[in-house]
């Protein structure tokens, strides 16, 4: 080890607080109304005559930012055109949502987007449910489906990823494929994306699904115990009937055995590997380390675990916490992880860092030499990933937030609950793991910067040493 370099060690301390049961938080009507004033603005800008958002239980993230639902086992079409009118389209279960939509709009029937074999009455064609919308022949058209194409070998401008059948549709009514492009980046561009960028409200809004999953990360590890099942350690992830936006995993030993994703009647082993993760909407936390009390039940090929591999990994998330700021480029952040832990010998492979909203992975700014400046507003997602042949993995994945001295007040004033399990958070950080963050970064997650790499000892987990 670089002598200059922090130490770190396994050391006893306090595990960081929790907020079980907090008060389920809505985004104000002011913002919801902003949101859609944003993308009209977008909409001008790239002097689109109408957008088509589309939205499927899966894919609905583009949707809700302006409905504030999703349609539930059906697809569903958002139009918005340029003087900010907005028209649902819907099939035969999702009607009933549309007086509820937090932006009102016409409300369009369009049964083909039903369940096979249901009710086909009023199946007028889908080109006359868009006209009626107020799509028109010659009118630019954007089209937002989920993903955001970035491709540097082809131009993306004509690659979608909606439904062919709706997509044909669309063309028809504009008359040209050439008026119709893909608008996705107009939501989610990290560079200029209206959904990169939150609120206090948001904000507090996804808070809770921050905290949500990190309190039942923490409340799973210390349930961790030889004997138990993957279920029983799964069951603790879910909690208060929220729908979870990423898979679950709650996996000892080998993970995928027949072909399995979910939680199973596997038994936890002592020397196990153990992979955790549970995600809501506005962040997720994941954990992987070893069933084990200390060092010496390690298995031989793996008992350097700890130097190897946890801590490296270690100093590399404290390092990413301690860069983060606003106005540093993405490509800094990325080149920082690059320095302290470089790619070619510890194979992680996805963006040390990404965005995150109602989506586990909203988009990310952080690339090689990616030229997008961080700003206030934005939430991340820490997301290194190291993969070192033969070893299990190492994990703390948290979320936390950008935010400059305007919204820090913002939430302090409007939201004093959220602000005060924020300061909790930053505390535990700087006076028990000795993490210094910037003044402009805030916690969502309660479990940031805390790492137990062996999970049978709930006492100890790493921490910088003075």
Request: glycine residues 6%.
């Amino acid at each position: 080890m670089n002598p200059s370099q922090p130490r770190f060690a396994l050391t006893t301390v306090p595990p960081p607080k929790t907020f079980p049961h907090v008060s389920t938080p809505v985004i104000s009507d002011k913002v919801m109304a902003l949101r859609l004033k944003k993308i009209v603005t977008a909409m001008h800008q790239h002097k689109l005559d109408a957008l088509v958002i589309y939205a499927d239980k899966e894919h609905g993230g583009n949707f809700e930012y302006l409905a504030g639902f999703i349609p539930r086992f059906e697809e569903a079409l958002l139009m918005v055109t340029a003087d900010g009118e907005l028209s649902y389209v819907m099939g035969n279960e999702n009607l009933k949502l549309v007086p509820h939509a937090r932006n009102k709009g016409k409300c369009l029937h369009a049964p083909a987007f039903s369940l096979p074999n249901q009710p086909m009455d009023n199946d007028a064609p889908l080109t006359q449910v868009l006209a009626d919308a107020g799509l028109t022949r010659g009118s630019r058209i954007g089209v937002v489906g989920w993903k955001l194409f970035t491709s540097t070998l082809h131009d993306t401008q004509y690659q979608f990823d909606v439904p062919a059948f709706i997509l044909d549709a669309i063309i028809d009514t504009a008359g040209e494929r050439e008026n119709v492009i893909n608008a996705t980046a107009l939501f989610i561009s990290p560079a200029h994306g209206v959904r990169r960028l939150n609120t206090a409200s948001e904000i507090a809004f996804y808070e809770f699904g921050a905290n949500l999953a990190s309190t039942n990360i923490l409340a799973a590890l210390d349930n961790i115990a030889p004997g138990k099942t993957e279920r029983q350690i799964g069951q603790l992830l879910a909690a208060d009937g929220q729908p979870g936006n990423v898979v679950m995993i709650a996996a000892t030993g080998d993970r995928f055995a027949n072909a399995c994703l979910y939680p199973t009647d596997k038994v936890i082993q002592r020397g196990d590997k153990f992979s955790l993760t549970v995600g809501f909407k506005g962040g997720l936390t994941s954990r992987s380390a070893y069933v084990v009390a200390a060092e010496n039940e390690l298995a031989p090929d793996v008992a350097d675990y700890l130097p190897a591999l946890a801590i490296p990994y270690y100093r590399a998330v404290t390092t990413w916490l301690e860069t983060l700021r606003p106005g540093l480029t993405g490509g800094e952040l990325y080149q920082t992880i690059e320095n302290v832990m470089p790619k070619a010998q510890w194979h992680w492979h996805l963006n040390p860092g990404h965005l995150v909203a109602d989506e586990e992975w909203l988009c990310s700014p952080v690339y090689a030499n990616s030229p997008i400046a961080l700003e206030s507003g934005m939430i991340f997602q820490i997301d290194i990933i190291p993969s070192l042949p033969g070893y299990g993995g190492c994990s703390i994945e948290d979320t936390v937030a950008l935010a400059d001295a305007a919204l820090r007040h913002e939430l302090q004033s409007l939201f004093p609950e959220v602000w005060q399990r924020m300061e909790i958070r930053k505390a535990y950080l700087r006076d028990v793991l000795n993490i210094s963050v910037s003044e402009d970064v805030i916690l969502l997650s309660n479990t940031v910067g805390y790492l137990r790499p062996f999970l049978l000892d709930k006492g100890r987990a790493l921490v910088r040493q003075p």
